[in-house]
């Protein structure tokens, strides 16, 4: 049976060997099925399918698609010739609740991070940076003294589409009723202050080292 070979649960393994590396397209219950998609693939071209090549698979692995490490579990997928990162999680649960969701609904590349648990966070100095890549340029959104805060925000500015403005303006920042949750913030020469009249604002340090509003 050309690519197929049958497992020890009975069930037909399809398999191809692309340029040196031999790649699972799936297992399936009946010899029919495996036959099905074997032909589905050899006329779209085996290496155009890379893809979508556990896609259809009847058996799937529970875990297609992530990979646990340090604890914490990543998805990932190659599209095309790229295997691309589809964010970080702190349970196999919500891995895999993402991961399905990603398969039923496209594995859309502009949303990849959006469920992510660690997302645009790093470490420098004992620090936490939040930043993004936009427009090609890595854009810094301020640094936290724990991981936690940093997280936070990274969120709070997904829903505000990384628009730092609106950040300000339109989401609720207090914490127990008083309005701190960016106060001390640093970005670049600025630094986040409660405003007097009572919302977070963002200054310039004057020479005299007053907040300019």
């Known amino acids: 049976m050309k690519y197929i070979h049958k497992t020890k649960e009975g069930r037909y393994s399809l398999s191809k060997r692309i340029k040196g590396k ?66 970080t999680y702190y349970s196999l649960e919500k891995a895999r609740n993402v991961r399905d969701y990603f398969e039923n609904n496209g594995w859309n590349l502009n949303e990849r991070f959006h469920f992510s648990d660690v997302n645009y966070v790093s470490k420098n100095h004992g620090k936490y940076i939040v930043r993004k890549t936009i427009d090609g340029k890595k854009v810094s959104f301020g640094q936290f003294k724990d991981k936690e805060s940093a997280i936070e925000e990274a969120n709070l ?36 202050q409660t405003h007097s009249k009572g919302r977070n604002d963002y200054f310039e340090m004057s020479r005299g080292n007053n907040p300019i509003y």
């Open 157 to 192: 500015l997904k829903r505000c589409n990384w628009d730092l403005d609106a950040l300000c303006e339109g989401i609720d920042e207090t914490v127990d009723g008083e309005i701190k949750f960016l106060d001390g913030v640093k970005k670049g020469g600025c630094t986040f």
């Open 22 to 87: 031999t790649y699972n397209f799936g297992t399936y219950l009946t010899l029919e099925e495996a036959k099905k998609y074997r032909d589905y693939f050899e006329s779209k071209g085996w290496d155009k399918s890379l893809d979508e090549r556990l896609d259809y698979s009847t058996t799937k692995d529970s875990n297609r698609y992530i990979t646990i490490r340090d604890g914490s579990y990543f998805i990932l997928k190659r599209i095309g010739a790229k295997t691309c990162f589809f964010g």
